[in-house]
C-alpha cells in the first residue's frame, strides 16, 4: 500500500496516510475540520543500497556494466588469479 501525502487547501496542514490505491482521496482535515483536503503529487521516499542489491546499482561510468559482462567482481580477481598461476613464463 502506498503512502500519500495531503496538504489543507483552507490551513496549510499537511499530513501522510498510508492507504490502498483503489481507496478514494480524502477530503476531511483532520486539522480545522475542513472539507478542502488535496491529494499532492510526490516522489517515492526510499532508495535500494546496502547489501543484497544488485552490484550496478547507483554505480557510475565503467563500474555500472560489471553484471551485464556475465562476471562479479569477485568471479574476476579469481580468474585474473587464476590466469597468472597458470602462464608458464610467471616468476
Not at 41 to 62: I, P
Not at 63 to 82: E, H, V
Request: proline share 4%; glycine share 10%; hydrophobic share 30%.
Amino acid at each position: 500500500m502506498p503512502i500519500y501525502e495531503y496538504e489543507c487547501k483552507a490551513c496549510g496542514h499537511r499530513m501522510e496516510k498510508l492507504q490502498k490505491v483503489s481507496a478514494d482521496p480524502l477530503t476531511l482535515c483532520p486539522a480545522c475540520r475542513q472539507d478542502d483536503l488535496a491529494r499532492l503529487v510526490s516522489a517515492a521516499g526510499f532508495r535500494l543500497a546496502g547489501g543484497g542489491w544488485y552490484e550496478t546499482d547507483f554505480k557510475t561510468g565503467s563500474k555500472k556494466n560489471l553484471a551485464a559482462d556475465g562476471k562479479g567482481a569477485a568471479s574476476s580477481t579469481s580468474a585474473k588469479s587464476d590466469t597468472t598461476s597458470k602462464s608458464p613464463g610467471a616468476a
